[in-house]
């Protein structure tokens, strides 16, 4: 069964579990740096949906902005279909990865340990998209919804 569009052979045994993990590395990080910007902008007085039409404009493109904030973040669905269990799972395998060929890694070392503490907070069997109430909550930021609508992570 094919899980997604295109096939690219990476090399020898475990090569594609490592691929899987670098790449979802770079997606929780254009997650994490994504929803920060929001809420710093929202903050600010900025639209976070503005934002993102202007990120998707941008040079801060990514496919978090494309394919989640809107559809997943703003909406408050928090149902991307991803794991917030899952994608720690994915850094602690990239981690251990740089581990295992002697590459420091300091930015994945911290985004890992600040997806994992979302994951602590929120509890299991929440979306990956759900980390961003855990920075609503840091920030005092609101994105999306209507005004006093209640956020599952209110104080």
């Known amino acids: 069964m094919a899980m997604g569009s295109s096939l690219h052979h990476c090399g020898k045994v ?6 899987k993990a670098l790449n979802n590395l770079v997606s929780a990080a254009g997650f994490l740096a994504g929803i920060e910007a929001l809420a710093i902008g929202q ?3 900025l639209d976070p949906a503005l934002m993102v039409d202007v990120l998707n404009a941008s040079t801060g493109m990514n496919n978090s902005t494309q394919k989640k904030f809107k559809q997943f973040v703003l909406s408050r669905r928090f149902d991307s279909g991803f794991g917030l269990d899952l994608m720690v799972k994915d850094l602690t395998i990239a981690l251990s990865l740089g581990r295992e ?3 420091p890694a300091p930015f994945l070392a911290l985004c890992r340990e600040l ?13 990956h998209t759900a980390l961003a109430l855990v920075v609503e909550r840091e920030t005092g930021a609101r994105l999306g919804g209507a005004e006093g609508e209640e956020t599952p992570l209110a104080d």
């Open 43 to 45: 903050k600010f007085g």
């Open 14 to 19: 475990g090569a594609g579990q490592a691929m």
């Open 115 to 127: 997806w994992a503490a979302a994951a602590r907070l929120l509890g299991p069997g929440q979306d």
């Open 101 to 103: 060929v002697e590459a």
